[in-house]
């Protein structure tokens, strides 16, 4: 079974400034790799995904994450935020086959003017 | 296309109540999720379906029941709500099993 750990549950930052919201998940097998975002009482929304090949992925709204196998981490990056950022984000696991989603606690964004 | 709905919105029981909560979907996707949003506990699986006539329970089923009669409903049944139940909870589906798309939620109180 997979597990998801966000490391920081709380980012405050200005914005223009560039972002990093950290993930690691832990698997004993491949696995797929998701963001979401959620906006305030909405419901969840699809930023990137990581199925295979370029470890490097591009997702909407500028943001993009690279997937690290030897450390097991997916970091959510994005080089310069606004106001319309703020949101929580959540990193999400599935191994190949399993057809369900862990999610990790959730890292709550507050971009400042 | 409305994607994923969910009815209804916001619900208030008191301990001991029953209610059901209806999921919908219109992408014609084979997977349904049903999850519980607690603050600090991102979202924890309740029960899902892998298609039609199927459900299967999750990391939290306890307390709730779950039906699959037709291919674009997935219904969330509390027999008997709790306090412990109070939560958000949402709704998704999928074609693949992986990207998954969501509802907007329900916001239920149990008093």
């Known amino acids: 079974a997979q597990s998801v750990t966000q490391l920081d549950s709380q980012v405050p930052v200005f914005e223009e400034a560039p972002v990093e919201l950290r993930c690691n998940y832990s698997s004993s097998v491949s696995v797929y790799l998701f963001w979401y975002v959620q906006y305030p009482n909405q419901g969840l929304q699809l930023l990137l995904k990581?199925?295979?090949?370029?470890?490097l992925v591009k997702g909407i709204n500028g943001f993009e994450a690279e997937f690290n196998k030897s450390q097991t981490s997916f970091h959510l990056r994005k080089p310069s935020v606004h106001i319309s950022d703020t949101a929580e984000y959540f990193c999400?696991?599935?191994?190949?086959?399993?057809?369900?989603?862990?999610f990790g606690a959730g890292t709550t964004v507050t971009v400042r003017a | 296309n409305a994607g994923v709905t969910q009815t209804p919105k916001f619900r208030v029981l008191k301990t001991g109540q029953s209610m059901t909560l209806l999921c919908a979907q219109d992408?014609?996707?084979?997977?349904m999720y049903w999850y519980r949003q607690d603050p600090g506990m991102g979202l924890r699986l309740i029960h899902y379906s892998v298609g039609e006539g199927t459900t299967a329970k999750g990391e939290v089923p306890d307390g709730y029941n779950v039906s699959r009669l037709k291919k674009q409903n997935f219904l969330l049944g509390l027999e008997s709500a709790a306090p412990s139940q109070t939560s958000v909870y949402f709704c998704a589906s999928s074609a693949s099993g992986y990207e998954q798309y969501f509802g907007p939620g329900t916001r239920l109180t149990v008093t």
């Open positions: 999400a696991v599935s191994d190949f086959n399993d057809y369900k989603l862990s």
């Open positions: 990581y199925l295979s090949g370029s470890t």
């Open positions: 992408m014609n996707h084979e997977y």
